[in-house]
């Protein structure tokens, strides 16, 4: 089975702190993905990587980087959290070939007060 | 750009009786389509891929079906336990990485 963990599953953090969130698959998988997923709004693609160090802009990049050094990790950084990213994140991971699901970890649920 | 809608929003249904999902979509060359399963406070689950108009997926009281602009996910005998929230992706033919996810649909099935 594949298995996606992420670090936190809960975080709470202050306006302007740099946020790190770290995700994890074990199934050699080359493509990851960031998203967030609110209430109304549904699953939003932040970024995704389909090789070690590359990276591509989703749907709603802005105020969120990403760092992939190793093939297994997938960090997304907030620089300067921002009330309005307290959020659900969710990170998945897909095996290469056009069309494959994508597996999901459990989330971090990210509060910023 | 795709598109993915899914109705109802929330669907409540006693324990045996059985119903569907409805997942539309507009997409420029469908590459396939997923069904996933999220209980709250979690992931989604990856339950089906399909592919093309006229194929269909099981999976215990599951059943995904096809055609060219809709999918409908049919419950046959739900038990307390299939209430979760099931989300419907599509990915299209522009990209070899991006889902378009739907809402989601809310189903409670009460014993």
């Known amino acids: 089975d594949v298995k996606v963990t992420q670090s936190s599953r809960y975080l709470v953090k202050r306006t302007g702190e740099k946020v790190f969130l770290e995700c994890v698959q074990d199934?050699?998988?080359?493509?990851m993905f960031w998203y967030r997923q609110d209430p109304g709004l549904g699953l939003r693609l932040i970024y995704f990587s389909y090789d070690v160090k590359m990276k591509e802009k989703g749907d709603i990049p802005e105020g969120y980087s990403v760092s992939r050094e190793k093939k297994e990790r997938f960090s997304l950084i907030l620089e300067s959290a921002s009330t309005n990213q307290t959020s659900m994140y969710l990170c998945?991971?897909?095996?290469?070939?056009?069309?494959?699901?994508?597996?999901f970890g459990p989330g971090t649920r990210l509060t910023v007060t | 750009e795709d598109q993915v809608t899914q109705s109802p929003e929330a669907l409540r249904l006693q324990e045996g009786e059985s119903s569907s999902l409805n997942c539309s979509y507009t997409?420029?060359?469908?590459?396939?389509l997923f069904w996933y399963r999220q209980d709250p406070g979690k992931g989604p689950e990856f339950l089906f891929t399909?592919?093309?108009a006229g194929e269909e997926k099981e999976k215990e009281r599951l059943k995904a079906t096809l055609t060219k602009k809709e999918s409908f996910l049919h419950i046959t005998a739900p038990k307390p336990e299939d209430s979760a929230t099931y989300l419907c992706a599509v990915q299209g033919g522009g990209s070899n990485y991006k889902l378009t996810f739907g809402k989601g649909t809310l189903l409670t099935v009460n014993p």
């Open positions: 399909l592919y093309s």
């Open positions: 998945a991971s897909k095996d290469d070939g056009t069309v494959n699901e994508q597996y």
């Open positions: 199934m050699d998988h080359e493509n």
């Open positions: 997409v420029s060359g469908l590459r396939g």
